[in-house]
């Protein structure tokens, strides 16, 4: 999937997460239902350990790539400051098949199973062009924070 600017959409007004903790950089699609981000393996990310980005790294990337999908029910547009905290409350399944290096750009792909308010079964899987990373199917809690 070719990045272009005129079709990204920036991470920061669907998710709480900042460096060092973010690892996803772009949403390329973003629909209620689906999300494709990109994200770009840099030797200061806290999860590269001998040039490749660990399994840690690849989970997390995962998970706030499905959290965009729900959310995005929470942000009201990008000036407007919204507290949420999400937790992983399941893993139902999980298979990595490789470990992405650093300078590699990896495009993560997730669906929507289910939904009941707050909860979440997503499906997700993490690909450097056609090769398959990573493939699993999580469980999330978003909540808005109130001050």
């Known amino acids: 999937m ?6 990204l959409i920036n991470i920061h007004n669907f998710l709480p ?5 973010l690892m996803a950089d772009y949403i390329l699609e ?6 494709i981000t990109s994200f770009e393996i840099r030797p200061d990310n806290i999860f590269v350990l001998n040039n490749e980005l660990v399994e840690a790294g690849l989970i997390e990337n995962v998970a706030q790539t499905c959290s965009s999908i729900l959310g995005q029910s929470f942000f009201k547009g990008p000036d407007v400051e919204t507290k949420v905290i999400g937790f992983i409350t399941n893993i139902k399944k999980i298979e990595i098949f490789a470990l992405p290096k650093v300078g590699d750009n990896i495009i993560s792909k997730a669906s929507l199973i289910s939904q009941y308010e707050n909860i979440c079964n997503i499906f997700c899987e993490t690909f450097i062009n056609d090769k398959l990373l990573i493939r699993a199917e999580i469980n999330l809690f978003i909540q808005e924070l109130k001050n």
């Open 2 to 7: 070719e990045l272009k600017a005129d079709n």
């Open 17 to 21: 997460h900042r460096k060092p903790m």
């Open 30 to 35: 973003l629909t209620p239902e689906t999300v």
